[in-house]
């Protein structure tokens, strides 16, 4: 939320922030704390809606003419939906997207550290982030060592209530997302995956919790190497070669986050250069700070937040030329 807020804020120009439905809360904290910041009143404003109506208050603010930009964040779906709805006002975009992020480890990697990273990017949050992991890319020569490490790093994790100290996974946002995670499990299994950690809800928790999962085995046919998993499950996928991992991080039409991990210069440089993908992790998982040009390419949007770039998002260039001044 301070991504896309700040900047507007910043040139005191007012900005309306729709909250969702399933989490209001952050909408109106960042409210709260903006006017104890100084924000004047009227500069950052909160529009409530119900389930049923935030469709309809997405499209009026997307056709208003009294609106000059639109920023937002979600699926590619409603990016779509909310980008043919600003086209007859010609209104300035930015849209962060669906993800399908790939983490690929290659021979040369550190193979603790990869683990270590993997587990991060990929169960933070119960995995409901868009820059989480979302296939692991493995060469065949640490494939088996690295699937230790991670098995090793997953059952450690502790599952609960994340208020409580020592917990670091918590519950799905509802009873949808946990009924998609399940379905991906199935496929994943159904399709020749094998299944070494986790693939079900943890009763003893109850609600929408989901115990941490790792799955081997996985093909491109599988739902979870096409689609945003979004739930804490790792889908692991064994390469041969550097083109054939390039080539299969770039087998999405998303490009979000990416992750590569390698102690090979070389390497690293073409693979980087070579994924078609916004941002690069290079051996490191936290790429997301307030500094940095925050985006993706292809269907996971376009525009960027963070960064003199993001600032860059809220504002035209104008050309004056002056002349015969006297």
């Known amino acids: 939320l301070t991504h896309l807020t700040i900047p507007p804020s910043s040139h005191t120009s007012p900005s309306l922030l729709p909250h969702t439905p399933h989490h209001p809360s952050p909408s109106h904290t960042s409210q709260q704390l903006a006017h104890q910041a100084g924000v004047p009143p009227g500069v950052l404003n909160v529009v409530t809606c119900s389930r049923q109506s935030v469709a309809r208050v997405g499209e009026s603010l997307s056709k208003s003419q009294l609106v000059s930009k639109l920023s937002f964040?979600?699926?590619t779906h409603v990016g779509k939906l909310l980008m043919a709805q600003c086209a007859d006002s010609i209104k300035r975009l930015?849209?962060?997207?669906?993800?399908?992020?790939p983490f690929i480890v290659f021979n040369s990697a550190d193979i603790?550290?990869?683990?270590?990273?993997?587990?991060?990017?990929?169960?933070?949050?119960?995995?409901?982030t868009c820059i989480c992991t979302n296939r692991l890319l493995v060469q065949s020569g640490v494939h088996d060592q690295f699937v230790e490490e991670m098995v090793r790093a997953v059952r450690a994790?502790?599952?609960?209530?994340?208020?409580?100290?020592?917990?670091?996974?918590?519950?799905?946002?509802?009873?949808?997302?946990?009924?998609?995670?399940?379905l991906h499990v199935a496929d994943a299994v159904k399709k020749g995956g094998s299944l070494i950690v986790g693939g079900k809800r943890n009763t003893s928790l109850g609600g929408t919790f989901f115990e941490p999962s790792i799955v081997t085995g996985?093909?491109?046919?599988?739902?979870?190497?096409?689609?945003?998993?979004f739930g804490p499950v790792a889908g692991i996928i064994k390469f041969q070669e550097e083109e054939e991992a390039i080539a299969l991080a770039n087998s999405t039409r998303y490009g979000l986050a990416s992750y590569v991990f390698s102690r090979d210069i070389g390497q690293v440089w073409r693979t980087s250069e070579?994924?078609?993908?916004?941002?690069?992790?290079?051996?490191?998982?936290?790429?997301?700070?307030?500094?940095?040009?925050f985006g993706g390419v292809k269907e996971s949007g376009f525009g960027r937040e963070g960064s003199r770039y993001g600032l860059d998002e809220y504002q035209y260039i104008k050309y004056i030329c002056m002349g015969n001044i006297k």
């Open 218 to 229: 996985i093909t491109t046919e599988m739902m979870m190497s096409q689609h945003e998993i």
């Open 157 to 182: 994790l502790k599952q609960g209530d994340p208020f409580t100290e020592g917990v670091n996974l918590g519950p799905l946002i509802n009873e949808p997302a946990v009924k998609k995670v399940e």
């Open 94 to 101: 930015s849209l962060e997207l669906g993800g399908n992020a």
């Open 274 to 293: 070579g994924l078609e993908f916004g941002m690069v992790g290079v051996n490191e998982g936290g790429i997301s700070t307030e500094m940095t040009p």
């Open 112 to 128: 603790p550290l990869a683990a270590k990273h993997a587990v991060f990017t990929k169960y933070r949050n119960a995995g409901q």
């Open 73 to 75: 964040t979600g699926s």
